[in-house]
């Protein structure tokens, strides 16, 4: 667990204890021999006792160590529920297929590549086409903290579109999207693209009206 | 010249790296809306199916509220007595003669403005087309030709033996469906698109006929006369709803009784003879394997070929048919009693279960025996019992014992068991069933697959068991076989295969939970038997919505459910609540509201996920869980003058207090008297430690009279409640079924096992 490095016997974590700690009394303590709550109280107690501006800054530090805790507790059990959906045979395995599914459904927005490289990551060494929870908790916990794939915002899609709308029409063809889909960027398969034309194409015009799309789905989501 | 042509390509390939980064952007923004599309549908999916099966524990409870009333109610009055009397009164069974009487359709006229279908026997291939053809321009098939037909089935069945078998090289295609559950719509699509039966085109349908659906009896009518018209080529296998005591819970039995209201009784009852005379199995080319649930590993198919199918009557309860009923029948009537018990009463669970199942019975029952009876067991049994008590199980002595204690005067002395048990058959005869065999038949009509090896209880359904792929391959390897082809569940797609592709499930009620929720199947097979599979959904409604539309619309429909659950744990699930707030400040994290409600409902579902369509009133990843839950009260309370409290309750034992009333108005005439709904109420409310009033319950007696005539009528009451399930009426815009879009082109088809 992240948390209960800070209070690892690294020179660098007792020398910040240390420093923390002002006096110096404490120094000669072995903090890894206490637990991580025990070292966190203690320094607490004796900072107060010596400093209150130290006492602030510990309770903050400690508070927000909770915090992060109940968070940590949290996003586990987000990965948790998300993975057991998938779960099917209530073994803690699921097919990798259903990896990306679990994984854009937790908040990530990553690209076929970047999830091929996670995938690397939880598969066996031995690919079995099943994914073990125990392999995939840590990497999605460490996913979900460093806030990585974030979800594209509504104007940097757009400005995606405009890119691909080179004269500024406010539209997309048919035949246009059809080919920026499926042979530029990670392409999309033929059931994707019918069902992306379904939902996007006005079949009067035949075209996407692309602005009008995103806000769509956008209200969709939500 | 040459710079101006490189700025021209660099720029050229600025502008190709801008189209391809764009391009991969949108595919990404797409891929998670359509992955978490997904995620709502699967969720979606984990919420029918708990609630599915949540239902079906639900009958080991109602089985323990009878069990509670044995052990502990003592009649006081004479009409409770009877009351009683009539609750735990066995049916009896129509013997041959009384058939004769019931099978009586000649002597029913059909009038000269009735519109519907004629029947002329011996049925031909016209009449049955055109049957299927009046059944889809919604005509309802009189009675007369209802016991016509049925009395021609049961002769035609009763001649089949257990096990089918067909050959490829005498039909070249087999088309084998799975559940229909009432749905006529998927039954008509089926035989629009794959075409009519007929001797080039052989059919086995797998079971689960009836129940749910809101057209068995006309699926059952085409069914029987196709079956009557190519006998050699149309063949039935029983499913665990081919079964009276499902009926009455599930909802056939409702559908017979609205539709015949003067002949439903006497269909009713020849029903549930034809029903055992069902074949139990079917052979292709002595390869592939089809039946309704699947195997155990006790499964035996030589027991089951040559075991007496129609004496098991039903898969819910051990209860065998006797010969020498009569002999009984005569005693009972000289004794003037309303009737005897030979055996535990009909609802009870027997000793029928393998030994890991956690109901009831053994020591828990031995320790209530010890309990209430005043009267030590011994003393009550004879000589003559005590010769067959090694033949019966202690459990059901024990019951047998309670019975005496608790209603003298009831139950005469025990006949002694005919001698006809392995041990005593006259040569020639068929013994009668044992347990072990009525567990055989358990066993292949409810077992479920699993992916873990061996073979454990299911305690989901309550029966059969689950079976892992060494089972299936043991079976396979022992009797030479290639595959299996079962039902019973309903799976997204209409199939599935499993075990190594050796198991197919295939489902042909699609959207079975809701419009939109799941395809519908049926598999073809050739001499090579290869499996080809169809796919529909028989909702032209559903082929024009997107893939979201259809989605949030089967979501609606999970949601209100799952809301209509909340509400029915109310008081549960405040106490809950107060739990995680000790400070008494009203409000509760969202993580304890999803830990709360796991731990009250017990459904298993991701309630993080869930908790944005279900809490919409939260602030700051707090609740104000009170209001939350009058909120939940608002959507469901139908009338404020009833006791919110008995409300919840009824909500929550909707199913079973259809299954009671049901039990009560023995006589299926749809009413039962205010006092036989009192008494009702108040043991069931006894059981249920809810603490109503009598007045109470007199207030909702009386309101629900409508017309004042001291009868209550079952549907009535039921439907002020809103208590009846909501049949799907949406699906009826529907006025043609098409193939979803990804058929269109042909079908898909998968590969051999």
């Not at chain 2, 106490?575 to 709360?596: V, Y």
């Not at chain 2, 309630?607 to 707090?622: A, E, F, G, K, Y």
């Not at chain 2, 608002?634 to 299954?659: A, D, F, G, V």
Request: aromatic share 10%; net charge negative.
């Amino acid at each position: 667990m992240e948390p209960a490095r800070r209070f690892c016997s690294s020179p660098a974590a007792s020398q910040r204890q240390g420093a923390v700690n002002g006096k110096g009394e404490e120094g000669g303590l072995q903090f890894n021999s206490i637990t991580p709550w025990g070292a966190e109280l203690f320094t607490q107690l004796s900072g107060s006792v010596l400093n209150p501006q130290l006492k602030k800054k510990k309770i903050e530090h400690a508070t927000s160590y909770k915090r992060g805790k109940l968070a940590l507790a949290e996003f586990h059990k987000k990965i948790k529920e998300a993975f057991e959906v998938f779960d099917h045979e209530s073994n803690n395995t699921v097919d990798v297929r259903e990896i990306g599914t679990i994984i854009r459904s937790l908040g990530c927005c990553p690209s076929e590549g970047e999830l091929h490289d996670l995938l690397a990551e939880v598969e066996e060494e031995e690919p079995t086409g099943y994914i073990r929870y125990e392999k995939f908790l840590p990497v999605m916990t460490k996913v979900l903290l460093e806030r990585r794939y974030r979800p594209i915002p509504e104007d940097v899609l757009l400005r995606a579109f405009e890119v691909l709308d080179s004269a500024k029409r406010g539209f997309l063809t048919k035949e246009e999207l059809i080919k920026y889909m499926t042979e530029e960027g990670e392409p999309f398969s033929q059931e994707e693209m019918e069902e992306m034309l379904s939902a996007a194409i006005d079949p009067d015009s035949n075209s996407i009206n692309y602005k009008e799309y995103i806000t769509m789905m956008v209200i969709d989501e939500n | 010249m040459g710079s101006s042509t490189s700025i021209h390509h660099h720029f050229a390939f600025q502008n190709a790296e801008k189209a391809f980064k764009a391009a991969i952007l949108i595919q990404r923004w797409y891929r998670r809306y359509v992955a978490r599309l997904e995620m709502r549908r699967q969720c979606t999916w984990s919420i029918f199916q708990s609630i599915e099966y949540a239902g079906q524990q639900d009958q080991v409870k109602l089985h323990d509220f009878f069990s509670y009333l044995m052990d502990h109610f003592t009649p006081d009055s004479h009409q409770e007595k009877e009351f009683l009397d009539r609750m735990f009164t066995e049916e009896r069974f129509p013997q041959e003669a009384e058939m004769e009487k019931y099978s009586d359709y000649e002597s029913i006229e059909v009038p000269d403005s009735y519109t519907g279908p004629h029947l002329s026997f011996p049925l031909l291939p016209d009449h049955a087309t055109a049957l299927v053809e009046a059944f889809r321009l919604k005509q309802q098939l009189h009675a007369r030709y209802v016991l016509n037909l049925l009395y021609e089935a049961r002769k035609h069945l009763a001649q089949l033996p257990n096990i089918n078998r067909l050959s490829t090289c005498y039909s070249e295609e087999i088309t084998v469906c799975g559940d229909l559950h009432g749905q006529l719509d998927d039954l008509i699509f089926i035989f629009y698109k794959n075409g009519l039966p007929s001797p080039e085109r052989a059919y086995v349908f797998n079971g689960d006929f009836v129940d749910r659906g809101k057209d068995s009896i006309e699926i059952l009518m085409v069914l029987f006369a196709f079956m009557l018209v190519y006998p050699k080529e149309f063949h039935l296998n029983r499913g665990n709803h081919e079964d009276h005591l499902m009926n009455l819970r599930y909802g056939f039995t409702k559908e017979v009784m609205q539709k015949y209201k003067v002949h439903g009784k006497k269909i009713l009852r020849i029903l549930q003879d034809v029903f055992c005379w069902l074949p139990l199995a079917t052979l292709i080319d002595e390869k592939v394997l089809i039946l309704h649930g699947g195997v155990s590993d006790r499964t035996d198919l030589e027991l089951l070929a040559k075991l007496d199918r129609h004496k098991i009557v039903s898969t819910l309860r051990y209860k065998i048919r006797k010969e020498n009923d009569r002999q009984t029948e005569e005693k009972r009537k000289a004794h003037q009693t309303s009737s005897a018990q030979t055996s535990t009463p009909w609802f009870l669970p027997q000793s029928r279960s393998p030994p890991s199942l956690p109901f009831h019975l053994g020591s828990d029952k031995a320790h209530k025996a010890s309990l209430s009876s005043s009267v030590p067991c011994s003393a009550l049994l004879e000589h003559t019992e005590l010769a067959w008590l090694g033949r019966r199980s202690v459990d059901q002595e024990l019951e047998r014992c309670q019975q005496r204690a608790s209603f003298p005067g009831i139950w005469e002395k025990e006949e002694p068991l005919p001698q006809t048990s392995e041990a005593h058959t006259v040569p020639g005869e068929l013994p009668e069933p044992t347990l072990q065999e009525w567990r055989q038949v358990v066993d292949i009509l409810w077992s479920d697959p699993m992916m873990q090896e061996g073979c454990k209880a299911n305690t989901v359904r309550g029966g059969g068991c689950y079976f892992g792929p060494d089972v299936t391959e043991q079976l396979l390897q022992k009797y030479n076989l290639q595959f299996l082809i079962r039902s019973h569940e309903c799976k997204p797609e209409g199939y599935e295969f499993c075990h190594n592709r050796k198991v197919l499930t295939i489902f042909s009620a699609s959207n079975y939970y809701e419009v939109g929720s799941n395809r519908g199947a049926y598999v073809k097979l050739g001499p090579s038997l290869s499996p080809y599979i169809v796919q529909y959904q028989a909702n032209k409604a559903t082929h024009m919505l997107t893939m979201r539309q259809r989605i949030s619309r089967v979501e609606e429909s999970a949601l209100r459910a799952l809301r209509e659950k909340l509400f029915a744990h109310s008081s549960d699930l405040l106490d809950e609540f107060k739990k995680h707030d000790a400070d008494k400040t009203g409000l509760i994290t969202l993580t304890d509201w999803a830990a709360a409600v796991e731990s009250v409902l017990h459904l298993g579902l991701p309630w993080r996920m869930l908790r944005p369509q279900l809490v919409n009133s939260s602030m700051n990843n707090t609740l104000e869980y009170r209001s939350w839950l009058k909120d939940l009260a608002k959507e469901q309370l139908s009338r404020e003058n009833i006791q919110s409290s008995l409300l919840e309750t009824l909500y929550r034992n909707r199913s079973n207090l259809e299954t009671i009333f049901r039990i009560i108005d023995s006589d299926h005439s749809g009413f039962i008297s205010l006092d036989e709904f009192r008494q009702t109420w108040k043991l069931f409310s006894s059981h249920m430690n809810i603490d109503i009033t009598d007045d109470c319950i007199c207030d909702l007696a009386r309101s629900i009279d409508f017309n004042k005539d001291g009868h209550i009528d079952i549907n009535e009451f039921l439907e002020a409640f809103r208590l009846v399930e909501q049949s799907s009426s949406e699906g009826q815009a529907a006025d043609c079924p098409q193939s979803t879009n990804a058929n269109d082109n042909g079908c898909s088809s998968s590969g051999a096992p």
